[in-house]
């Protein structure tokens, strides 16, 4: 096991990621971008609250040409906010659904220098606003004399790449994870269900020390299961069933994000096949993830086994993704994607196939590059599928 990592980060982490940011900033003539979502906030800012899961207020951060953050914010953060590097703090006395901030959020924006007259927001894919419709067009149009501008590829890019602060604490809940999994068969038990099953596996995982395990899901059925994204539920599992547990856990507001399947009794020849097939497709990937390379050639290499191993299709529609402070982050393992790598890259290895009609087989690993390739960040899966009695 790896020792605890320091929660939250020094000074000089936020500074890089702002300098980093402005540089951008300044080539792509803007003069601020507005953050609204939980992990853009805290990116710059190390405003970490559980209280994100309240969608009753909004909140707002500024990342202006030059100098620290900008905080517009409910009265409620205020205290938590004065305890992060952010400096320059301005509140209202959230809720107030007539006025929820936007009039003193337009007045931060207009005092702020102002060089290109562009505010960029995140728009794109895999970005959504935190904010009610009605008010964002309340606050364009008094923007009036502001361009806006997509700032969502500039933001995922910037996430893209973690600092060796980062990798720590994702290395560290992908080890405590696991050690879990490989704990797993001695309390696996057919005659429960699958939510009893995964409830025992949530408990071992906060007892290790995990701060949450926020996405943990099952799928079963006899010789393979059809989904992998909606258990676990009350189905019993039973001898010749296949059972696959996925989970995103957390330390300090970084997940993990992989899986691990169990055979209950036996396990036929097909579902053992269909193991080998996606244990060498993740090794291909592996293999396939080093800097000059693409998402997409690590996509191809981990289909060209997929296909060979007689694969029907995969519903998943990717083979993996980015991690980091969210469970899944830009960019996807697709065909088209064509992201580079770059040391410093957390990825998801996640190949699957359909090995026979409505039966899947899903393996994920999670995997950081580095100068000389890729290195394994959770712990392989076992070469044979497990059988638990």
């Known amino acids: 096991m790896f020792a605890v990592p320091d929660r939250g980060f020094t000074p000089s982490e936020f500074e890089s990621r702002m300098q980093r940011v402005q540089d951008r900033m300044q080539a792509g003539k803007m003069d601020a971008i507005l953050l609204t979502t939980e992990p853009d906030v805290r990116y710059f800012t190390g405003f970490l609250t559980q209280f994100w899961e309240s969608p009753t207020r909004p ?8 100098g620290k953050p900008v905080a517009v914010i409910p009265e409620i953060g205020a205290a938590g906010m004065v305890g992060t590097w952010v400096e320059d703090i301005h509140t209202w006395p ?18 702020l220098p102002r060089k290109f007259g562009c505010l960029g927001v995140s728009l794109g894919h895999e970005s959504y606003l935190r904010m009610p419709a009605a008010d964002y067009q ?11 501008t997509d700032a969502s590829v500039l933001l995922h890019q910037l996430r ?36 009893q099953n995964c409830q025992r596996f949530r408990i071992d995982l906060l007892e290790r020390g995990a701060d949450n395990s926020p996405y943990l899901i099952s799928g079963s059925g006899p010789g393979g299961y059809d989904s992998i994204i909606m258990g676990p539920t009350d189905r019993v599992l039973e001898d010749g069933d296949v059972l696959i547990i996925d989970t995103g856990t957390t330390f300090d507001g970084y997940f993990c994000d992989f899986d691990r399947n169990f055979a209950f009794g036996h396990a036929d020849d097909a579902l053992l096949r269909a193991y080998d097939v996606v244990y060498a497709s993740t090794d291909a990937g592996f293999a396939a993830a080093r800097p000059g390379a693409t998402t997409s050639d690590v996509w191809a290499a981990m289909w060209r086994v997929l296909e060979k191993g007689g694969a029907l299709g995969n519903s998943v529609g990717r083979l993996g993704h980015g991690l980091g402070m969210q469970l899944t982050e830009w960019p996807s393992n697709t065909p088209d994607d064509m992201t580079p790598l770059e040391p ?4 998801t290895l996640e190949p699957g196939m359909e090995f026979a009609p409505g039966k899947q087989m899903v393996h994920e690993e999670n995997i950081v590059i580095t100068e000389d390739g890729a290195c394994w960040l959770s712990r392989r899966a076992p070469a044979e599928l497990p059988v638990v009695d």
């Open 59 to 66: 909140w707002f951060v500024l990342l202006p040409l030059s």
């Open 94 to 111: 959230a809720p107030r659904p007539e006025d929820d901030g936007i009039s003193l959020l337009h007045d931060v924006i207009e005092r």
């Open 138 to 148: 309340r606050l364009l149009s008094g923007l009036s004399a502001h361009e806006i």
């Open 160 to 195: 893209y790449v973690k600092s060796a602060a980062e990798i720590e604490k994702i290395h560290y809940i992908c080890d405590l994870t696991s050690d879990a999994f490989e704990a797993l068969p001695r309390s696996l038990k057919m005659g429960e269900s699958e939510r």
């Open 344 to 347: 410093g890259v957390v990825l």
